[in-house]
């Protein structure tokens, strides 16, 4: 029995070795630059630029093969922002032709009637503006809704049940929802 728990030992000791060895040798580093355009973008993971969320368009950016100005939950600020940080001419905020988008915010909106509860909807939504449960109407947190059109059919079954509107002015500027911050004061509870 103590010869069994020596040869696992030894094995342990062995195999954590190596594993440690390996970490060490094939420690790949993040782009700096990456992380930096990752970091002002919305994290909508909307898929509106054209690529499949926040940090691929990052890397297309840094890499050259992205224009600063395909991210519309970004809006113009964004665009300035990115501009900023990698010295380049901030250019008008374009839509990918792909998705089909305008340049005009926009806002799913789900028509309650027709709703059969299936969820699907809610599954796709990156930001999770839509809310229900399954067999209940769901409906739209319009001012969470980035308007990315991932609930549109075919993933929602039901024909005209989901609908994208323009955002109508209100008394208040509309804008983008801005990524969830931590606030200062909360920074130092947890140290």
């Known amino acids: 029995m103590l010869t069994s728990m020596l040869i696992f030992a030894a094995a342990a000791l062995v195999f954590g070795a190596l594993l440690g060895f390996a970490a060490i040798k094939f420690h790949v580093e993040g782009d700096p ?4 355009i990752d970091a002002i973008l919305p994290q909508t993971q909307c898929g509106q630029c054209g ?7 990052a890397r297309a950016i840094a890499s050259g093969e992205a224009d600063i ?9 964004g665009v300035m922002a990115l501009a900023d940080l990698l010295g380049r001419e901030p250019g008008p905020l374009i839509a ?6 305008s340049d005009e915010p926009m806002v799913a909106l ?4 027709t709703c059969i509860g299936c969820t699907k909807c809610i599954q796709v ?4 503006a839509i809310v229900g449960a399954a067999r209940h109407k769901h409906t739209v947190i319009e001012a969470y809704c980035t308007g990315c059109k991932l609930c549109l059919p075919p993933v929602c079954p039901v024909e005209n049940c989901i609908v994208m509107d323009m955002v ?8 983008w929802p801005e990524p969830l911050q931590i606030p200062e004061l909360m920074r130092g509870a947890g140290s």
């Open 96 to 101: 990918e032709p792909s998705t089909g988008n």
């Open 168 to 175: 109508r002015p209100t008394a208040t500027l509309w804008k």
């Open 125 to 128: 939504c990156p930001v999770d």
């Open 51 to 57: 690529y499949p969320g926040c940090k691929p368009y």
């Open 69 to 77: 100005n395909q991210c519309p939950p970004g809006g113009e600020q």
């Open 33 to 36: 630059v990456v992380d930096k």
């Open 110 to 113: 789900i028509d309650e009637e």
